[in-house]
């Protein structure tokens, strides 16, 4: 949590401090909640960074569940076509679910690490985002928790693909 907290106040301080190419993010589903809003920066050509708080809602689950999540994209690929970017990249999400429901370390009736559950995971992604006239980015990702990757090294009946949250996302750039 700590390490979420500072990230936080990094990205508020540099956000302020560098006005180009910051962002304003909204996304769809892929695990760090139905709906969540973050800020972004592009800090090079390659390495693109967002702070997200993402929401289920109580409607949608037995109780709400937020999440805040610190998404990081490198880009492998890129071309230009017209007025339109598209930056195919690898993405690096770790995010944070608060409350004792997913802190299993804590249960009493279980060895310490016997459950990998945690309040923390980390998403390993793929995706693309088609950006317009520098102002708007259309993104869509694939991506995989730590859990999954785990169990599917390690037990042979897991498929993976069974096990992919796909993500939908609008940036607005510099707004």
Sequence with gaps: MKLLKFSFIFFVISLSSFAKDNSLNLQYAGEIGKYSVGVGHRWSTWFYQA???GVVPKSESITKIETYALKNNFAFYDFEYNNFFTDFYVGLTAYYV?????????LDSTPNGYYRQSSYRIILALGFEVVYDSLYALYFEAGVNDVWLINYYNNDSI???DHVSLALGFRWINF
Excluded: L, Q, W
């Design 51 to 53: 702070f997200h708080y």
């Design 98 to 106: 608060p409350g004792s429901k997913y802190e299993t370390d804590d």
């Design 159 to 161: 498929e993976i693909e």
